[in-house]
């Protein structure tokens, strides 16, 4: 059971570069959610889908566009990257009936110079 | 001001403390709370969820206090492994997610 499963674990960027962040969970989890955490802070909410063909958007959504493909996956789009972008983004999701626990993908590093 | 904000710490404590965070959230329509802990900028782990019953395991207490909005994280007994960033995380009735930006713990021999 592999939980939630993010790629690529590193990516390295130019500026004006366009790249997709991928997500998947097994868990049949109906919620998903993007985040980014820059040193010294928490996780900052880009976007989250609480359902299969639902998308909203968090704290940070500007810069970002996402799609949830199927109830398994939740991509995150990067369409012109810019330095500000630089973070860690982690992808989670939360089991449905009542619970709320999210569960968290390891994390993507990204630089973009 | 933030959603969520948490105690800015660090804490530096020596082992064998006792040690109290606090959470404080803006949202009343918030339904659910959560510790997590996170070590390096790893993922983040679930610590515990947080009741207004309370909650507790181990040498980790979890409270909610819905009147004052705040959720607070007592560690009793500090051991060196649990040095770590501690983050509080509220969960909207709508589904939104919100974290504080998380307190240091650092317990030294």
């Known amino acids: 059971n592999a939980g939630v499963t993010q790629t690529p674990k590193f990516q390295v960027l130019k500026t004006g570069q366009s790249m997709t962040l991928q997500c998947a969970q097994d868990m049949n989890h109906n919620s998903m959610y993007w985040y980014r955490q820059d040193p010294g802070m928490g996780l900052r909410l880009i976007y989250y889908s609480a359902s299969e063909g639902t998308t909203d958007k968090g704290e940070v959504p500007n810069g970002y566009n996402v799609s949830r493909l199927n109830k398994r996956e939740f991509s995150l789009r990067l369409e012109s990257a810019a330095p500000s972008q630089t973070s860690v983004y982690f992808c989670?999701?939360?089991?449905?009936?009542?619970?709320?626990?999210?569960?968290f993908g390891a994390g993507t590093r990204l630089s973009v110079l | 001001r933030k959603e969520v904000e948490q105690d800015p710490g660090p804490f530096n404590v020596p082992e064998g403390a006792t040690v109290a965070f606090n959470c404080t959230y803006s949202n009343s329509a918030s339904q659910s709370f959560f510790w997590y802990r996170q070590d390096c900028r790893k993922e983040p782990k679930l610590l515990m969820s947080v009741y207004s019953s309370g909650n507790e395991d181990g040498r980790f207490t979890a409270q909610l206090n819905r009147a004052s909005q705040y959720i607070s994280l007592l560690i009793r007994d500090s051991k060196l492994s649990d040095s770590a960033t501690y983050l509080c995380v509220v969960i909207s009735n709508a589904g939104k997610s919100t974290f504080g930006d998380g307190t240091t713990l650092t317990v030294k021999p």
């Open positions: 989670a999701s939360m089991s449905s009936g009542g619970t709320d626990i999210q569960y």
